[in-house]
């Protein structure tokens, strides 16, 4: 039985990777026709979105941008960074369905037991680090955390305050219409470097804490 689960779930996250490699976000314009069509529905619907969008490996950036488009900066961050956590939660439950040795075959053996040191000791600010780190893909760090020994718990609460600066800017991004040249963009851009910096040197740190 617990066989058949695993390869349920197997299935289930190469569908998802495929499904997003071969489907099409909708433009900008598109998504706002499809805001105006829907008034009060819509915040759910991209809250759905979102969740779904996550555990289905679609580019979080995009999305990220694309609530500021839509909803402006406030209740957009509000409602991506929701649904974003409850993406991460299903990808974190599918891979803690998959067990630890189905996911060390792909993050390789070693790799997930330096992860898995840093989490048990510091699960909280681990995920919080590893929401600020802009070259770990989203969705494969939410599959990775799921065979750590991090608590779902603090996996939820890091992945929310973790998400809340990254997502508030590119909310920023999308609420000024993706104008690159203006002072807010840029000023948006530098304070996500500073994060990436901030996690880098935090991350560090966690890491050689886990090895005392």
Known sequence: MRHARVVGAAVVVVALAIAAAVLDLPDPEQLRGWVDGNGGLAPLVFFALCAAGTAAFFPKPVLATASGLLFGVLPGLVVAVAGFTAGALISFSVARLLGRRSVARWLGSGRLKALDAVFARNGLSA?????????????????????????????????????????????????????????????????????????VVWGRRLLRLSTV
């Open 127 to 199: 995920t919080v680090v590893l929401r600020l780190l802009p070259v770990i893909p989203f969705a494969v760090s939410n599959y990775g955390a799921g065979v750590t020994a991090v608590a779902p718990r603090s996996f939820a609460a890091g992945t929310a305050l973790g998400l809340l600066p990254t997502t508030a800017l590119a909310a920023t991004l999308g609420d000024a219409a993706l104008d690159l040249g203006s002072p807010r963009s840029i000023a948006a851009a530098a304070a996500w470097l500073a994060l990436a910096v901030l996690a």
